[in-house]
């Protein structure tokens, strides 16, 4: 596969620096910027209520903001990739911030709720080229030997701003109300996307050849790319880990409490650690991908015991210490699993189309986003709530199955470690 671009480089003042500190900067860069990524993702729940208030309506109409949010990112999300293979990650990560703080800005400002609804649209654009962008960015400036590392950064950041907003935006309301949050979030936003303009830099870019033009058939064999089978393999892997993810984040506490009449506080401490050792997991996979070119063995690992872990949250009425246990070594490994599943995306995708190819695949978090919530809500109105976890057990194993039964590419051996 071709790209229409040429390789992507450094400038010549970047290149000439020692290259761990050039990494080393550009991961701390690409990991604040996704960081944010995941306050603008975060920044509506902790303030439904609040806004609901504001606006008179209902919580499904608040939620319609969400839905705008995930269709915009799940149409777009492809189309942002390709213009991140040809005009460049560096203008698009800095479009994406910049956009996001006036969406941010005039969901805070405007009047009325449909203005509300359409600044979550333009949000949920912004939110198109994190993906696309950064591991363009960390696939062709890091050393394939720390790529592994590289990418659990960038995956612990984005985790550890969904951990940290709640609390953020919650003590900015409680001074400025609810809008005073969000002006916050939008001046984070803006003030990261100055950060990357500054050291814009140490950030590798799409160079032309002068006059070169665009190849024909470029978009055929584009969408050729993404639509063979080793890419539609990755896409099905992000969206059954976004069902099965989806379930537990979102239903465990009332799950719980429905199958075994588990207290609030003990499902509340053991979802939290589940997401806390979840961040800190994505850190030993980073170092465990960087060792091995066996991805599909550590995702097989991790996937087991989380689908055991679902399996007896199920079935299992288990003590508050035992099941904090349980969900937090479950979170450690299912953490474990995200460097290795960028790995494996990382693997079957040609130079020159990591933009295209991660906004592809990563659209599967999208489509589970969409579905997840539909799906197992009315589980729970219908009084199956242990169907979610045995549904959740099936997404887990669909995972697994796509995994390990991948072929390895051949003649890359670089990319796959």
């Known amino acids: 596969m071709s790209s229409t671009s040429e390789p992507i480089g450094l400038p010549a003042e970047a290149a000439s620096g020692s290259k761990w500190s050039r990494e080393t900067k ?3 860069l690409i990991a604040v910027a996704h960081f944010v990524s995941h306050v603008h993702i975060m920044l509506l729940p902790p303030l439904f209520g609040e806004v609901r208030e504001a606006f008179g309506v209902s919580y499904i109409q608040i939620g319609l903001a969400l839905t705008a949010f995930n269709v915009a990112s799940a149409l777009l999300q492809t189309p942002a990739g390709f213009l991140v293979d040809r005009i460049g990650p560096r203008a698009m990560l800095t479009g994406g911030l910049l956009l996001g703080a006036a969406a941010i800005a005039a969901a805070a400002l405007l009047p009325g709720y449909w203005f ?3 600044a979550y649209a333009f949000l949920g654009v912004a939110n198109t080229v994190y993906h696309p962008a950064d591991y363009t960015i960390l696939s062709a400036t890091v050393d394939h030997r720390r790529i592994g590392k590289a990418f659990s950064i960038h995956t612990f950041a984005g985790y550890l701003g969904s951990g940290v907003t709640p609390a953020l935006v919650l003590a900015c309301a409680a001074v400025w109300g609810w809008r005073g949050g969000f002006l916050f979030a939008a001046g984070l936003s803006f003030a990261v996307a100055l950060l990357v303009i500054v050291a814009g830099s140490i950030l590798p870019r799409v160079v032309h050849k002068p006059g070169q033009q665009p190849a024909k058939g470029e978009t055929k064999v584009g969408l050729g790319l ?24 979102t239903f465990t506490v ?7 009449g588990t207290t609030f506080s003990a499902a509340n401490v053991a979802l939290s650690g589940f997401l806390l050792c979840s961040a800190f997991g994505v850190l030993l996979g980073g170092i465990i991908a960087d060792r091995t070119p066996h991805h599909e063995r550590v995702a097989a690992v991790g996937f087991a015991f989380t689908s055991t872990m679902a399996i007896l949250m199920a079935w299992v009425n288990m003590p508050a210490a035992v099941l904090v246990g349980v ?6 490994l299912n953490g474990m699993i995200q460097p290795s599943r960028d790995m494996m995306v990382r693997a079957v995708t040609p130079p020159g189309s990591f933009g295209k190819v991660f906004g592809f695949v990563s659209t599967g978090f999208n489509l589970g986003g969409m579905m997840a919530p539909l799906l197992y809500g009315w589980l729970m109105d219908r009084g199956e709530p242990r169907a979610i976890f045995m549904i959740v057990v099936g997404f887990f194993i669909l995972a697994l199955v796509t995994a390990i039964t991948r072929a390895k590419p051949q003649g890359n051996a670089t990319w796959t470690r």
């Open 327 to 332: 969900m937090s070594l479950g979170g450690l």
């Open 26 to 28: 550009v991961i701390a």
């Open 254 to 260: 009332v799950g719980l409490e429905a199958i075994h």
């Open 226 to 249: 993404l639509l063979s089978a080793p890419i539609l393999r990755n896409l099905l892997f992000f969206f059954c880990m976004a069902m099965a993810t989806g379930g537990i984040q």
């Open 116 to 118: 509300f609804v359409i």
